[in-house]
């Protein structure tokens, strides 16, 4: 399966503009995609100028679905979506998410998931977004504030990954000022190179420039390991840190 898993370090972080900025900019370059997001929650509340993220992402992708074909599980209540589906009676099943993709991707050239949340956000009870993101087995890319605090949050997630066996392909910071701060700046060059994975910007746009916006990021080689993203677990980034410290005085 091509595509990317598109996850945050938080909810609130801009997954959503980021997950339909790729889907615009493949489907401006003539790809059939394809978007998936296992549940939606919050849709008793206000969806603001983009609409509900099935809603965006059906808009901006290419396979010609409907956003209930997007999303299979959609909730009224802001919530975890584990919890959300207890209050509504519902249950959110593993093998019927993973069927759902599927579905979604056949005939398509990729398949463009989006998270809900952070990757250990639970589905159900012993099934997280993580789990669904080995599942199909998508390389990761994460999205995260560029402000205070994001070092932190964007090493964690990536960890969180990379523990799972998972290939972040990148990083996205949004919204990036035209004028960014030297905390912003640091903040991206720190995770970058504690990482060792490529961090991009992604600036304030909206649904006229959702595929200039796309076309900026580095989507061929996201997309040159977003099928079979899945391996062997890596050793966590601070583990990692850790040897190559010890081993370069051992004493």
């Known amino acids: 399966?091509?595509?990317?898993?598109?996850?945050?370090?938080?909810?609130?972080?801009?997954?959503?503009?980021?997950?339909?900025?790729?889907?615009?900019a493949l489907a401006a370059s003539g790809e059939r995609v394809a978007a998936f997001k296992p549940a939606v929650t919050g849709l008793d509340g206000d969806p603001g100028d983009w609409g509900h993220?099935?809603?965006?992402?059906?808009?901006?992708?290419?396979?010609?679905?409907?956003?209930?074909?997007?999303?299979?599980?959609?909730?009224?209540?802001?919530?975890?979506?584990?919890?959300?589906?207890?209050?509504?009676?519902?249950?959110?099943?593993?093998?019927?998410?993973?069927?759902?993709?599927?579905?979604?991707?056949a005939g398509a050239d990729a398949l463009v998931v989006e998270g809900v949340g952070g990757l250990l956000v639970p589905l159900s009870t012993g099934y997280l977004i993580r789990d669904l993101a080995v599942d199909l087995g998508l390389a990761v890319v994460v999205v995260a504030r560029p402000g205070l605090g994001t070092i932190n949050h964007t090493l964690l997630t990536v960890e969180a990954a990379r523990i799972a066996g998972l290939v972040v392909a990148g990083v996205v910071m949004t919204p990036w000022a035209q004028r960014p701060t030297q905390v912003e700046v640091s903040n991206r060059d720190t995770v970058e190179r504690l990482t060792g994975t490529a961090v991009s910007v992604l600036g304030p746009t909206d649904r006229a420039t959702l595929a200039s916006a796309g076309r900026a990021l580095p989507l061929d080689t996201w997309l040159a390991v977003g099928g079979g993203g899945h391996r062997a677990a890596a050793e966590p980034v601070a583990v990692r840190a850790e040897l190559e410290m010890l081993a370069a005085h051992p004493g």
């Open 1 to 24: 399966m091509r595509g990317l898993f598109v996850t945050g370090t938080d909810t609130g972080v801009g997954k959503s503009i980021v997950s339909a900025s790729i889907c615009a």
């Open 53 to 105: 993220d099935h809603e965006l992402l059906a808009a901006s992708a290419s396979a010609g679905q409907s956003p209930e074909e997007v999303s299979p599980h959609r909730f009224g209540p802001a919530t975890s979506p584990h919890l959300a589906a207890e209050l509504s009676g519902a249950a959110i099943e593993p093998e019927q998410l993973l069927a759902a993709a599927s579905s979604a991707a």
